[in-house]
């Protein structure tokens, strides 16, 4: 199991980014996957999971209408847009899954394999 997050940069508040995850070793049709980021001094926290029982995105609340998460499985791949990205969301942003059959949250220690990190700077 792979996984890859690339993306990341300085932003102006506002702006968008895309951050992607490329993946290999597991199918993504079956298994949980999710982002998650970790600011200086903080926990990392889930921004946005998908869930493995019926494919719905969970969005953390500081997120919800301004991010959104896909796949695109013909490219084994995972996208978060990010708009109007405010100070707040500066972090090394991670992709991660587990292989798990059931898997509904969006807990980091709930997830086994991770990417490395990319970083998002959000700052004028």
């Known amino acids: 199991v792979q996984l890859q997050a690339s993306g990341g940069g300085l932003v102006q508040p506002g702006g968008s980014l895309r951050l992607s995850c490329a993946t290999s070793?597991?199918?993504?049709?079956?298994?949980?996957i999710g982002w998650f980021r970790q600011a200086p001094g903080k926990e990392r926290e889930g921004v946005a999971c998908?869930?493995?029982?019926?494919?719905?995105?969970n969005y953390v609340d500081s997120v919800k209408g301004r991010f959104t998460m896909s796949t695109n499985k013909a490219k084994n791949t995972v996208y978060l847009q990010m708009n109007s990205l405010k100070p707040e969301d500066t972090a090394v942003y991670y992709c991660?899954?587990?292989?798990?059959?059931?898997?509904?949250?969006?807990?980091?220690?709930?997830?086994?394999?991770w990417g490395q990190g990319t970083l998002v700077t959000v700052s004028s």
């Open positions: 991660a899954t587990d292989l798990r059959v059931v898997l509904t949250t969006c807990t980091f220690y709930d997830y086994a394999y």
């Open positions: 070793g597991f199918t993504l049709d079956y298994y949980a």
């Open positions: 998908i869930r493995s029982n019926d494919g719905r995105a």
